[in-house]
């Protein structure tokens, strides 16, 4: 089955086999290999030993970056303003509220990246706003957000940045050395590392940590005690049990990107995936949801075709008895199809999927001229 969804990704067969192990995230063997994982992440977000540390988390991408606002949005006096234009960053901000931090929302399109602009004038508009939380790479409808760009102003006006870096880190450009503003990046296992589920990870300025001592208000999603373990007991330790095979499979997956050139090499095989399926559906008739000057490298979406009796449910199973599977969910306003452009994928698949969806159209009864 080939998956063309955005997370968990197609993965390489000995990435999904280093799974195939038992190992005590104790014992001596493993914590070398764990220290290293920490050490090459936090390099790849550019940062510096000894001034940036890597906070890995047990979890899903939602449980990393409720900790990084935990962590670093003070309880009382801490504010996050979230550019909401998209699915990813109603959760943020749904994350943000349930833990009893305050949310100021900057509404915006889904079809395009927030202007720095727009952030600038929010945060001139209200002084006590103390952080922006921004998803880069946003899941739900495919655009990118202008991190470096949007990072300048938060920088200018003197405030602090949360970067949900989830399907972004590993394929867009991001570097904590040249973004001093952020106080964290947040990213997952089993995005565009090509590794499997089960951790998260923030990559954070070590001063920024010790300040945030006491914030969290949760032992678990406290980033800052995590930063204190390592300091106590080791950078090889761990708080609570891991997904130690997930850990392992993913200094694998980590160790073949950092040999297929890193992130230009994959960024370049994602956009090349990206193009050929947007140029694929179009020519099969799907009318696709961005303008490509706003499509990112992740995902791409397309509008469901307006025939009577489309269903995406349907469509997906169609799909799947050709051996593609992609999202049986959307997150826009108008119905859209989600197709993942990232994962072990390159363009023998992404034709291999456009002929599996010229199938299922056909197979739906949906010609040509109806599917836009
Ligand atoms: C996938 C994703 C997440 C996290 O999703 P989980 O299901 O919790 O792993 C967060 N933000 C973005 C932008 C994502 O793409």
């Given at each position: 089955?080939?998956?063309?969804?955005?997370?968990?990704?197609?993965?390489?067969?000995?990435?999904?086999?280093?799974?195939?192990?038992?190992?005590?995230?104790?014992?001596?063997?493993?914590?070398?290999?764990?220290?290293?994982?920490?050490?090459?992440?936090?390099?790849?977000?550019?940062?510096?030993?000894?001034?940036?540390?890597?906070?890995?988390?047990?979890?899903?991408?939602?449980?990393?970056?409720?900790?990084?606002?935990?962590?670093?949005?003070?309880?009382?006096?801490?504010?996050?303003?979230?550019?909401?234009?998209?699915?990813?960053?109603?959760?943020?901000?749904?994350?943000?509220?349930?833990?009893?931090?305050?949310?100021?929302?900057?509404?915006?399109?889904?079809?395009?990246?927030?202007?720095?602009?727009?952030?600038?004038?929010?945060?001139?508009?209200?002084?006590?706003?103390?952080?922006?939380?921004?998803?880069?790479?946003?899941?739900?409808?495919?655009?990118?957000?202008?991190?470096?760009?949007?990072?300048?102003?938060?920088?200018?006006?003197?405030?602090?940045?949360?970067?949900?870096?989830?399907?972004?880190?590993?394929?867009?450009?991001?570097?904590?050395?040249?973004?001093?503003?952020?106080?964290?990046?947040?990213?997952?296992?089993?995005?565009?590392?090509?590794?499997?589920?089960?951790?998260?990870?923030?990559?954070?300025?070590?001063?920024?940590?010790?300040?945030?001592?006491?914030?969290?208000?949760?032992?678990?999603?406290?980033?800052?005690?995590?930063?204190?373990?390592?300091?106590?007991?080791?950078?090889?330790?761990?708080?609570?049990?891991?997904?130690?095979?997930?850990?392992?499979?993913?200094?694998?997956?980590?160790?073949?990107?950092?040999?297929?050139?890193?992130?230009?090499?994959?960024?370049?095989?994602?956009?090349?995936?990206?193009?050929?399926?947007?140029?694929?559906?179009?020519?099969?008739?799907?009318?696709?949801?961005?303008?490509?000057?706003?499509?990112?490298?992740?995902?791409?979406?397309?509008?469901?075709?307006?025939?009577?009796?489309?269903?995406?449910?349907?469509?997906?199973?169609?799909?799947?008895?050709?051996?593609?599977?992609?999202?049986?969910?959307?997150?826009?306003?108008?119905?859209?199809?989600?197709?993942?452009?990232?994962?072990?994928?390159?363009?023998?698949?992404?034709?291999f999927a456009l002929n599996a969806l010229r199938g299922a159209l056909e197979e739906m009864g949906v010609r040509r001229r109806d599917a836009a």
């Amino acid at each position: 089955m080939l998956l063309l969804i955005p997370g968990p990704v197609q993965t390489r067969p000995e990435v999904r086999a280093a799974m195939a192990v038992d190992i005590a995230p104790w014992d001596r063997d493993f914590a070398p290999e764990y220290i290293a994982i920490r050490e090459k992440v936090r390099d790849l977000a550019g940062g510096v030993a000894g001034r940036h540390v890597c906070l890995p988390l047990q979890g899903a991408g939602h449980f990393i970056t409720e900790a990084a606002v935990r962590t670093f949005v003070p309880p009382g006096t801490g504010k996050l303003l979230i550019p909401m234009n998209g699915a990813y960053a109603e959760r943020m901000a749904r994350l943000a509220r349930e833990a009893g931090r305050a949310v100021v929302a900057l509404p915006a399109p889904d079809t395009q990246g927030v202007a720095p602009e727009a952030v600038a004038a929010a945060l001139a508009a209200d002084p006590s706003i103390t952080h922006v939380g921004v998803v880069y790479s946003e899941t739900g409808s495919g655009i990118v957000n202008d991190v470096p760009a949007i990072g300048a102003v938060v920088r200018a006006a003197g405030r602090r940045m949360i970067v949900d870096a989830v399907s972004a880190f590993g394929a867009l450009p991001f570097s904590l050395s040249e973004q001093p503003e952020v106080d964290a990046v947040v990213f997952t296992s089993n995005k565009c590392i090509e590794g499997l589920p089960g951790i998260g990870f923030a990559i954070s300025p070590v001063e920024r940590v010790e300040a945030a001592r006491g914030n969290a208000q949760s032992w678990s999603f406290d980033l800052a005690d995590v930063y204190d373990t390592a300091q106590r007991a080791g950078w090889g330790s761990f708080r609570f049990t891991p997904p130690v095979q997930a850990l392992h499979a993913f200094g694998v997956a980590l160790d073949i990107y950092l040999a297929e050139g890193g992130q230009p090499a994959r960024l370049a095989r994602y956009r090349e995936n990206c193009r050929i399926l947007y140029e694929g559906a179009q020519q099969l008739g799907l009318r696709p949801y961005l303008d490509w000057e706003h499509q990112g490298p992740i995902i791409a979406l397309f509008h469901q075709p307006q025939v009577p009796g489309f269903d995406l449910q349907r469509f997906v199973e169609a799909l799947k008895r050709r051996g593609v599977l992609i999202s049986n969910f959307y997150n826009t306003e108008a119905p859209t199809m989600r197709i993942g452009c990232i994962g072990h994928v390159g363009p023998d698949e992404m034709r291999f999927a456009l002929n599996a969806l010229r199938g299922a159209l056909e197979e739906m009864g949906v010609r040509r001229r109806d599917a836009a």
